[in-house]
């Protein structure tokens, strides 16, 4: 895919190469292009690019050191975490001229603080390794995605992720109190606070979250934890339609005094697809609906009564109508079942063909009104394709995908759906939502950018980037 904006940085000569190898020592650089060929193609494999140089510094020091000689030679530099983002931001163009800058060896787990709730942890850090050691202090982390074994925390700040615990913990921005970053000049600002209140000045942390590497590099962060969950429920429903979706989790979250964590749609042919490739999927419920949801629910306490509160409001919902059927996990294995139905949604990419997807967001109340419209627009324009609607509900983001017409080569389908995905974030947008609610923009969605943004928000925007990347030396041609 080709990027429209020229780049203005300049190609880094092989003294500031050798420079920035001795920077980081013999263990902290790669230019072979067989090492270096993991970090070059993105998780989809949409974009591939090219870097003479990926550098792993070790310390913040090292990083800054690094920025310092790449914005005095005017070198640009794209930073890379797990590179499981799915927008492209953490791959190179393919000039051959950028620095990757890699913070796999920036990985320490700095301090934590049990009593203030609180763990200090370097940008480097994998993100199931934070959710690890803050449950091995009976504290949570709740940041929880299905990269979460690859992904680092670094790029999940820079990207604002998301998951299946927003409901009730909010994005990775609502999780961070203080960070650590090395600006594009090279100097590094120090607002690792721990601290819950602090208005002295503007809240600069939020621009670096979900810039996604285009003002500076976060080398570490202050982040958020919560008591470990003693209990949780699991359940799984065959709902009437797709309003009872939205209102069986104004239910579940009033029944529960707001316990609800996830609460996941999964559609009929999106199980049946994955009961078809994907062994070890079983089909949770007798009921055939168009649409199911998975519930979870924790508490704090041991001795909560939330098993019964999910039943009584189960109930209800049954004979109300809103339900065909609900089943409650009677064990720790039995939600892993469940939850592996939906994980298997997720996995069906790799098997059912190729797809055209969709990350949108609406007001929760308006996903009965955008996913049946969606799906009428994917037979009209493009008839024989197979829409798949599942994902985050509850927060009224829905992955949207539409894999291919089983008959039809996958790249021809591929070349003809910029028009589809048009039609698809066009709909969204009507109905007050996003095109991105949670892989960010990258390179992927920069026409997006362009099309429904305001000329008032992208010149803030564009402003903000000058103020503080003059040189355009930070993931260039990236979001803005
Ligand atoms: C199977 C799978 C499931 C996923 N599920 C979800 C999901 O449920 N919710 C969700 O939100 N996302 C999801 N994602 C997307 C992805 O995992 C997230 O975007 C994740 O936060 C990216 O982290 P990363 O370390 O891999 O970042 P990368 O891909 O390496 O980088 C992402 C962006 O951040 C920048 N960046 C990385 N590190 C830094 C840093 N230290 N400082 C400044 N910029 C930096 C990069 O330049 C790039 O622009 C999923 C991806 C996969 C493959």
């Avoid at 609502?174 to 208005?199: F, S």
């Avoid at 997720?346 to 049946?372: C, M, N, W």
């Avoid at 008839?383 to 996958?410: K, W």
Wanted: aromatic share 6%.
């Amino acid at each position: 895919m080709n990027d429209m904006k020229p780049l203005a940085h300049r190609r880094p000569n092989s003294a500031l190469l050798e420079r920035l190898k001795s920077v980081v020592g013999p263990k902290g650089w790669l230019d072979q292009p067989g090492d270096l060929a993991p970090h070059l193609a993105d998780w989809r494999r949409r974009f591939q690019g090219k870097t003479p140089l990926l550098l792993k510094p070790a310390t913040t020091a090292e990083v800054a050191e690094i920025v310092r000689l790449c914005a005095a030679a005017q070198a640009a530099i794209v930073p890379q975490g797990g590179h499981t983002g799915l927008a492209g931001g953490g791959t190179p163009h393919d000039t051959g001229d950028e620095i990757l800058l890699s913070t796999a060896r920036l990985n320490r787990v700095r301090a934590l603080d049990a009593a203030n709730y609180t763990i200090t942890v370097e940008a480097g850090c994998i993100l199931k390794q934070v959710q690890d050691a803050a449950a091995a202090a009976d504290r949570l982390f709740p940041l929880s995605l299905a990269a979460e074994g690859t992904c680092q925390i670094g790029g999940n700040l820079s990207t604002n992720a998301g998951g299946i615990a927003v409901l009730r913990y909010g994005n990775a921005r609502d999780l961070v109190l203080g960070l650590e970053v090395v600006l594009p000049d090279g100097r590094v600002w120090d607002g690792l606070r721990a601290l819950r209140k602090d208005n002295s000045g503007y809240d600069l942390k939020q621009l670096f979250i979900g810039a996604e590497g285009t003002l500076g590099i976060i080398t570490a962060a202050v982040l958020r934890l919560f008591p470990a969950p003693k209990e949780r429920v699991t359940a799984f429903a065959a709902l009437r339609d797709l309003d009872a979706a939205v209102d069986l989790q104004a239910r579940c979250r009033a029944a529960s005094g707001d316990s609800l964590v996830s609460f996941e749609l999964l559609p009929r042919a999106g199980i049946d697809l994955a009961l078809r490739h994907i062994p070890g999927v079983a089909d949770p419920l007798q009921a055939k609906r168009d649409y199911y949801v998975l519930i979870e629910l924790t508490a704090a306490a041991e001795g909560s009564d939330l098993r019964a509160r999910l039943e009584t409001a189960l109930a209800a919902a049954l004979e109300d109508g809103l339900l065909a059927d609900a089943t409650i996990a009677e064990s720790a294995e039995q939600a892993r079942k469940l939850w592996f139905v939906r994980e298997g949604i997720t996995e069906l990419q790799k098997y059912a063909g190729v797809s055209i997807k969709h990350d949108i967001s609406v007001p929760v109340a308006r996903v009965p009104a955008f996913i049946p419209r969606a799906i009428e627009l994917c037979a009209k324009m493009f008839p024989g394709t197979r829409p798949i609607a599942f994902g985050h509900v509850g927060d009224g983001n829905v992955h949207f995908n539409v894999y291919q017409p089983e008959a039809m080569d996958g790249g021809a389908f591929l070349a003809q759906g910029e028009a589809l995905s048009a039609a698809i974030h066009d709909l969204a947008m009507e109905l007050n939502g996003s095109f991105s609610a949670e892989h960010g923009i990258g390179r992927l969605r920069l026409q997006e950018m362009r099309r429904y943004k305001s000329d008032v928000e992208l010149d803030l925007m564009r402003r903000i980037k000058q103020a503080l990347d003059p040189l355009d030396l930070m993931n260039p041609g990236k979001v803005v």
